[in-house]
């Protein structure tokens, strides 16, 4: 399970533990809020996984930390070809404990905007990390992703229905004892909650009455 302190990637550990005994998988790449990492390990703890690895890549940086780099419209937030260096851990990963499953919490709302979360990218990557390792092979190892037919909003409202502890994640690009309110992904988060018709718990206006 590739977990993040994301709202998708708590949800789909969640429903991963429906049939799978999991183990957590946290990259810590070069411009990732601390805020976010302690979140993932929060997370991890909550929901209980067998293991919970973190995996340094400090030489692996956003678009925004890469000067003079035309990424084709791509957000700032973009690391090249993450998915494929994120994946081949976790494949390492699934062959050194013989897991039969890679998780990922993708949702609808990211395949237009990145290529490497398209469903030829991860078919195309099943199949190279089947040949390429036996055990996987015999494993039969599969490339889920349980939020992938889903919009962002309706991650939300599933988290909320099945008891994903909202309290716990984390979307802000900034380190932080709170969200900022104010970057990409607390903007991302509030809208989701918004059309969800759900309250977040992290919410700084929660309760008042406007
Ligand atoms: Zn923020």
Redesign the pocket.
């Known amino acids: 399970m590739l977990l993040s302190g994301g709202i998708d990637s708590a949800t789909a550990l969640l429903l991963a533990k429906e049939t799978y005994s999991a183990r957590a998988l946290t990259f810590e790449y070069r411009g990732i809020a601390d805020s976010e990492i302690q979140s993932a390990r929060e997370m991890a703890a909550k929901i209980g996984v067998i293991e919970h690895r973190f995996v340094r890549l400090p030489d692996l940086r956003e678009a925004a930390d890469i000067p003079g780099i035309n990424f084709g419209g791509l957000p700032p937030t973009y690391i090249p070809l993450r998915n494929s260096v994120f994946y081949s851990f976790a494949a390492s990963y699934a062959e050194e404990t013989k897991a039969s499953a890679l998780v990922g919490g993708h949702n609808r709302d990211d395949t237009p905007v990145f290529a490497d979360v398209s469903p030829t990218f991860f078919a195309n990557l099943e199949k190279a990390f089947r040949a390429g390792s036996p055990i996987l092979r015999s494993r039969r190892l599969r490339i889920l992703r349980p939020l992938g037919r889903m919009r962002k909003h309706q991650v939300v409202r599933l988290a909320s229905s099945i008891g994903v502890p909202l309290r716990l994640t984390w979307?802000?690009?900034?380190s932080g004892r709170e969200?900022?309110?104010?970057?990409?992904?607390?903007?991302a988060?509030s809208a989701s909650f918004r059309k969800a018709g759900v309250e977040d718990p992290l919410a700084p206006d929660l309760g008042k009455v406007t």
């Open positions: 979307s802000c690009h900034r969200h900022c309110w104010e970057c990409t992904g607390c903007l988060r």
